[in-house]
C-alpha cells in the first residue's frame, strides 16, 4: 500500500532544497502495498544505519530521544565536587535508558515526531537500527494505519503485544533529488501514492490538480452508480432541445432558451480545441447527428477528429457530477442577472481625471489661483522676498 507523501514545505523540518526536479505525492488507489514517507533531518550515524529490512517491526514514538539538560532553573546543593559528576551521569542515564528500551522492544525501524539527536542516531546506527525524527504527524498518522503501529508517549510497556507496526519490507529509497522511506506488504493499508515528477513547480501543480480531479470523479462514481456519456455529449443534446423549445416560444423565453442552448455548446467546443482540431467541424457534425434518433450520447473524439457514440466506447461521466456541473452554472447565471444597476463616476473615465471629478489641468489652476496666481512667489511674498527672510 503506497501512502501520500506532503509537499516539502508542509514538513515541520524539510529536507534540503535540491535542483532536481520536484517531487508530489497525491491520494490514490493502488494493489501496491506501500507507504512512502519523506526522509527527515540527518544526523552523524545516518549514512551508517541500515537502510533496508525484511520482515520489519515499526516503533512509533512521540517521545524526545535527545540529550538535553535540565530546561527548568533548578538549584543543587552538593558539599563534594565529585557530586557534579553523578547530576551530569543522571543525565546521560535518562538518555540511555529510552535507548536501551527502544533496542529491547525488538523494533527495526523507529520513527518519532520529535527530534532523534546524534546520539540516538549513532546508538540505533551501531545495533542495526533506522530512526528518523521530526517526521510530520500526519505521515506518522498513516504509518500507523498502514502498518498497525500504535504512537507511544513513553518508552516504558512498549513490550506488549499491538505496540510494534509490520511491514513486509521496508527500504530507503533515492527518488529525485530527496531520500523516502517505503514500507512495502503493511498488512493494513487502504491507500496509494502517485508520484509525480516534473520541470517545474507549475507542471506539478497542474499534473496534481489534474489527477485530483479524476480521482474525485472516480470516488464520486463509485458511491453513485448512474452514468452518462462524456464528450460534450450531454451538452449537445441539452443544446438542441431547448434551442427546439425555444423556437415554440415566443417574446423572451425564446432568447432566453436560445442563449443557454448556445452557452452549452461551450464544453464540446473547447474539447475539440484542446484537442487540436477544429471546433467549426466538430460542432457543426455534432449538430447535424444529435438531429437523429441515435445520436444521443456522440460527443467529441479527442483520439481521432471526429465524433463518437461516447456511451459505447465507454467514456463516461458520473451523473451526479453532471447534475451538479448544470446546477452551478445555472445558479451563477442567476446570481449575474439579479445585478440590475452598478455605480460608477462618469468623470474618472476622462483621460488625466483624479480624485474629485476634477482633470490635473483643473486642479493646478486652482492652486494656481490660492498662492495669488503667481505660483510659489506669489505665496511667499513678493519678488520672492519670503524666500530671503527664511535664510
Given at each position: 500500500?503506497?501512502?501520500?507523501?506532503?509537499?516539502?514545505?508542509?514538513?515541520?523540518?524539510?529536507?534540503?532544497?535540491?535542483?532536481?526536479?520536484?517531487?508530489?505525492?497525491?491520494?490514490?488507489?493502488?494493489?501496491?502495498?506501500?507507504?512512502?514517507?519523506?526522509?527527515?533531518?540527518?544526523?552523524?550515524?545516518?549514512?551508517?544505519?541500515?537502510?533496508?529490512?525484511?520482515?520489519?517491526?515499526?516503533?512509533?514514538?512521540?517521545?524526545?530521544?535527545?540529550?538535553?539538560?535540565?530546561?527548568?532553573n533548578a538549584e543543587v546543593r552538593i558539599s563534594d565536587p565529585d557530586d557534579y559528576q553523578s547530576i551530569v551521569d543522571a543525565e546521560w542515564k535518562i538518555i540511555y535508558d529510552k535507548l536501551a528500551l527502544c533496542v529491547e522492544c525488538g523494533a527495526?525501524?523507529?520513527?518519532?515526531?520529535?527530534?532523534?539527536?546524534?546520539?540516538?542516531?549513532?546508538?540505533?546506527?551501531?545495533?542495526?537500527?533506522?530512526?528518523?525524527?521530526?517526521?510530520?504527524?500526519?505521515?506518522?498518522?498513516?504509518?500507523?494505519?498502514?502498518?498497525?503501529?500504535?504512537?507511544?508517549?513513553?518508552?516504558?510497556?512498549?513490550?506488549?503485544?499491538?505496540?510494534?507496526?509490520?511491514?513486509?519490507?521496508?527500504?530507503?529509497?533515492?527518488?529525485?533529488?530527496?531520500?523516502?522511506?517505503?514500507?512495502?506488504?503493511?498488512?493494513?493499508?487502504?491507500?496509494?501514492?502517485?508520484?509525480?515528477?516534473?520541470?517545474?513547480?507549475?507542471?506539478?501543480?497542474?499534473?496534481?490538480?489534474?489527477?485530483?480531479?479524476?480521482?474525485?470523479?472516480?470516488?464520486?462514481?463509485?458511491?453513485?452508480?448512474?452514468?452518462?456519456?462524456?464528450?460534450?455529449?450531454?451538452?449537445?443534446?441539452?443544446?438542441?432541445?431547448?434551442?427546439?423549445?425555444?423556437?415554440?416560444?415566443?417574446?423572451?423565453?425564446?432568447?432566453?432558451?436560445?442563449?443557454?442552448?448556445?452557452?452549452?455548446?461551450?464544453?464540446?467546443?473547447?474539447?475539440?480545441?484542446?484537442?487540436?482540431?477544429?471546433?467549426t467541424d466538430i460542432l457543426n457534425a455534432l449538430r447535424k447527428k444529435h438531429l437523429d434518433e441515435d445520436g444521443l450520447w456522440y460527443g467529441v473524439d479527442c483520439d481521432n477528429e471526429g465524433i463518437q457514440d461516447t456511451l459505447e466506447k465507454e467514456?463516461?461521466?458520473?451523473?451526479?457530477?453532471?447534475?451538479?456541473?448544470?446546477?452551478?452554472?445555472?445558479?451563477?447565471?442567476?446570481?449575474?442577472?439579479?445585478?440590475?444597476?452598478?455605480?460608477?463616476?462618469?468623470?474618472?473615465?476622462?483621460?488625466?481625471?483624479?480624485?474629485?471629478?476634477?482633470?490635473?489641468?483643473?486642479?493646478?489652476?486652482?492652486?494656481?489661483?490660492?498662492?495669488?496666481?503667481?505660483?510659489?512667489?506669489?505665496?511667499?511674498?513678493?519678488?520672492?522676498?519670503?524666500?530671503?527672510?527664511?535664510?
Open positions: 500500500m503506497v501512502f501520500p507523501e506532503r509537499r516539502r514545505a508542509r514538513h515541520a523540518v524539510a529536507a534540503p532544497r535540491s535542483t532536481r526536479p520536484p517531487v508530489r505525492g497525491a491520494f490514490g488507489k493502488s494493489d501496491a502495498r506501500k507507504h512512502v514517507t519523506q526522509n527527515q533531518r540527518r544526523y552523524a550515524g545516518f549514512e551508517q544505519m541500515t537502510k533496508s529490512f525484511d520482515n520489519a517491526k515499526v516503533l512509533c514514538l512521540n517521545v524526545e530521544l535527545e540529550l538535553k539538560s535540565e530546561k527548568e527495526n525501524v523507529v520513527l518519532s515526531k520529535l527530534p532523534i539527536g546524534d546520539l540516538a542516531t549513532q546508538y540505533f546506527a551501531d545495533r542495526g537500527l533506522f530512526c528518523a525524527g521530526r517526521v510530520a504527524a500526519d505521515d506518522l498518522g498513516r504509518v500507523c494505519k498502514a502498518t498497525g503501529a500504535v504512537i507511544q508517549t513513553s518508552v516504558q510497556d512498549m513490550d506488549r503485544p499491538g505496540v510494534l507496526g509490520l511491514c513486509a519490507h521496508f527500504e530507503e529509497k533515492q527518488v529525485g533529488g530527496e531520500r523516502y522511506n517505503v514500507f512495502t506488504g503493511c498488512p493494513a493499508a487502504k491507500t496509494a501514492t502517485i508520484v509525480l515528477r516534473g520541470g517545474s513547480e507549475q507542471f506539478i501543480e497542474e499534473s496534481h490538480r489534474s489527477i485530483h480531479d479524476a480521482l474525485m470523479i472516480a470516488k464520486r462514481g463509485a458511491g453513485d452508480s448512474r452514468v452518462v456519456g462524456g464528450g460534450g455529449a450531454v451538452e449537445m443534446e441539452l443544446s438542441r432541445y431547448l434551442r427546439v423549445e425555444g423556437l415554440k416560444c415566443d417574446g423572451k423565453d425564446q432568447l432566453v432558451l436560445c442563449a443557454v442552448a448556445k452557452a452549452l455548446e461551450v464544453i464540446p467546443t473547447q474539447l475539440a480545441q484542446n484537442s487540436g482540431f477544429d471546433p467514456i463516461w461521466e458520473p451523473a451526479l457530477n453532471k447534475a451538479n456541473s448544470l446546477l452551478a452554472a445555472c445558479e451563477a447565471a442567476c446570481v449575474i442577472l439579479k445585478i440590475d444597476e452598478t455605480v460608477r463616476n462618469p468623470r474618472s473615465q476622462d483621460p488625466g481625471a483624479a480624485a474629485g471629478g476634477q482633470t490635473l489641468q483643473q486642479q493646478h489652476a486652482r492652486t494656481s489661483q490660492a498662492m495669488g496666481g503667481r505660483g510659489m512667489a506669489g505665496m511667499m511674498g513678493r519678488g520672492g522676498r519670503g524666500v530671503r527672510r527664511l535664510k
